[in-house]
């Protein structure tokens, strides 16, 4: 048989920070964790995590023993997971390492952000840090596929990734982004601008992940894509499936059906190679072509995604409406069901568009202090990109990799306070974790985490600016945090259009903004905003949390409804023991 079977995984935990600890910038950072203890089951194993974070890093032990047995695989790993790895399970860590040097190690933006959400500074310099990090894993290797978060792309932000690197890349996506031209492009090598594109089967994908087709079944789904035109011609074509690496926990007997399914593709003789090792045998004449292929160009949508909602398309397609909490074809915002509730989801319309506007006011902020220290033009993203060694120093110093102070101010003048500047922007960029919006109520664990830590970065710029005319800025936008609630006025929300007309109504907002737990009546945003500011903030900036109740600033939360099979030791709200 020629078809050729792919699978990737990819992997991401945001972290359950809390709190960001003070720092200089000369190393990397230390925060305080969520403490609010879980158990997930594997096999017969009980998996426990002081939080949610740790129980997950866990267990890729675990995963990492099953994948060691496998081909045809690709991973990704996001960095600052990695990081955490290093940090908390080291032995899970070098065996994560020995799996992605066997299979294809594919680069990812770090933090996990909607990468087109972000303006294309932080695009830049991200892309480049992604080939940075994966460096010591990718080797030789001449193709790489790129992973980009929730596969949410645009042709410039896929111009900015090819932009980054010499190599030839494939971008992994959801065959509903793609828009084939002609049946047989299917299953082949296809172009994409410069790059190469492929699109995972989401019916097998997700059958897998969320359990609805045993082993038997998954094996007959693959197998119902046979290509009995590339058949005859004796042209290899690959289906491709890919799933978060978290998939694998779905329940205990998941790593086993996933062994199953792949065993049983091998006896039927469907080849096993990665999406990367397909394009380069193509490429080299190993595998043969179509005439045409690979230099067949097609089309993606901008701004799909691999995880959006699909009932609320109106073309077949996916978009990033699951990340805006508004259709993107028609701008009208919905609702979705949580714990058997309608939530409006007019509370994500709000906070993308904070966390637009503390971005480029943290950018503003980092870039004016740089220019100050005669640090201009290519320099100043040339020494955040670099910054990214000491972030991330912990797993550059363990391949031997160059990340010394010396290293990171070469490209600011060996000025050390620009290290102080550069902690702050890479504050900013771990506080633009996707999950937050990807789920559908606001009050929760990684909602908590990017507000605690976007606030840190702006408390840090205050103190930074202080006696500078452009302190105001800072507090203004600190300010903005805690009066989260009534941006519904400032931004004129009500005047947005709704699906079902009751969306975007103050009775909704307050009720998508209601706090899950009985010791505090702020929203989220407003209590992560004070829990960071009561600690932080030092004299006159103190009269800034006044009109607050202190005693409402806590770090408990809602608990996420995808992590309702976990064991929680307090099932009724996501606690944090401090």
Same mark, same amino acid.
């Given at each position: ?101 066997? /299979? ?112 038997? $079944? ?58 990367? %090792? ?32 699909? %009932? ?152 930074? /600016? ?17 009066? /989260? ?76 409804? $995808? ?16």
């Amino acid at each position: 048989m020629f078809m050729k079977y792919a699978h990737h995984f990819h992997a991401y935990q945001p972290g359950d920070i809390v709190y960001t600890l003070d720092g200089d910038g000369s190393g990397p950072i230390e925060y305080e964790e969520r403490k609010s203890p879980v158990t997930i089951k594997i096999r017969e194993e009980d998996v426990r995590g002081e939080n949610w974070t740790r129980a997950m890093l866990y267990s890729y032990e675990h995963i990492s023993e099953v994948l060691s047995r496998m081909k045809g695989i690709s991973i990704d790993i996001e960095p600052f997971t990695f990081l955490m790895l290093l940090r908390y399970h080291k032995e899970a860590f070098e065996e994560a390492v020995g799996l992605l040097k066997k /299979f294809d190690a594919v680069p990812t933006t770090p933090f996990h952000p909607i990468v087109p959400h972000l303006d294309g500074f932080e695009q830049r310099i991200l892309a480049r840090v992604s080939f940075d990090f994966y460096a010591p894993l990718t080797g030789g290797r001449e193709v790489l596929g790129y992973w980009l978060p929730e596969a949410v792309i645009t042709r410039e932000s896929a111009s900015i990734v090819e932009a980054s690197t010499e190599k030839k890349l494939v971008f992994l996506l959801d065959e509903r982004q793609l828009l084939y031209d002609f049946p047989q492009a299917k299953h082949s090598c296809n172009r994409y601008g410069n790059a190469f594109v492929f699109g995972r089967e989401w019916h097998i994908s997700d059958a897998f992940a969320f359990n609805t087709l045993d082993v038997s $079944g998954l094996i007959s789904a693959t197998l119902s894509y046979r290509d009995d035109y590339k058949e005859n011609l004796g042209v290899p074509y690959l289906v491709f499936t890919a799933s978060d690496l978290e998939s694998l926990l779905g329940n205990p007997r998941q790593l086993d059906r996933f062994t199953s399914w792949m065993e049983g593709l091998e006896r039927k003789g469907v080849g096993r190679v990665s999406a990367m %090792d397909f394009v380069a045998k193509k490429l080299s004449g190993e595998f043969k072509r179509l005439e045409g292929e690979c230099s067949f160009g097609i089309g993606v949508k901008d701004y799909s995604s691999w995880s959006d909602y699909f %009932d609320l398309s109106l073309d077949g397609k996916t978009s990033d409406s699951r990340w805006l909490g508004y259709r993107r074809a028609d701008g009208k915002v919905f609702a979705r069901e949580v714990n058997g509730r309608k939530v409006s989801q007019l509370w994500k319309v709000a906070f993308t568009r904070l966390f637009e506007e503390l971005n480029r006011i943290i950018r503003l902020g980092v870039l004016k202090g740089l220019e100050k220290l005669g640090i201009e033009g290519p320099s100043r993203e040339g020494f955040l990109v670099r910054y990214a060694r000491v972030f991330f120093r912990d797993y550059y110093e363990y391949f031997g990799v160059d990340a010394s102070l010396d290293y990171v101010l070469e490209s600011a003048n060996g000025e050390r306070e620009a290290l102080k500047l550069g902690r702050v922007y890479y504050l900013m960029l771990l506080a633009n974790h996707s999950c937050p919006r990807f789920w559908e109520n606001l009050d929760t664990r990684v909602a908590f985490g990017n507000v605690s830590t976007i606030t840190k970065a702006l408390i840090e710029l205050i103190n930074y /600016f202080d006696g500078d005319e452009l302190q105001s800025l800072f507090i203004n936008a600190y300010l903005r945090v805690l009066n /989260f609630e009534n941006l519904y006025h400032v931004w004129n929300l009500s005047a947005m259009p709704s699906l079902e007309g009751w969306e975007t109504s103050w009775k909704a907002w307050e009720e998508a903004l209601s706090p899950e737990v009985p010791n505090s009546g702020y929203n989220v945003v407003t209590r992560a905003g004070l829990y960071v500011g009561k600690m932080d903030l030092r004299g006159e900036l103190r009269g800034l949390t006044e009109p607050y109740n202190l005693e409402w600033a806590v770090a408990d939360t809602g608990h996420i409804p $995808g992590e309702a099979h976990g064991q929680w030791e307090n099932n009724e709200w996501c606690e944090h023991r401090a």
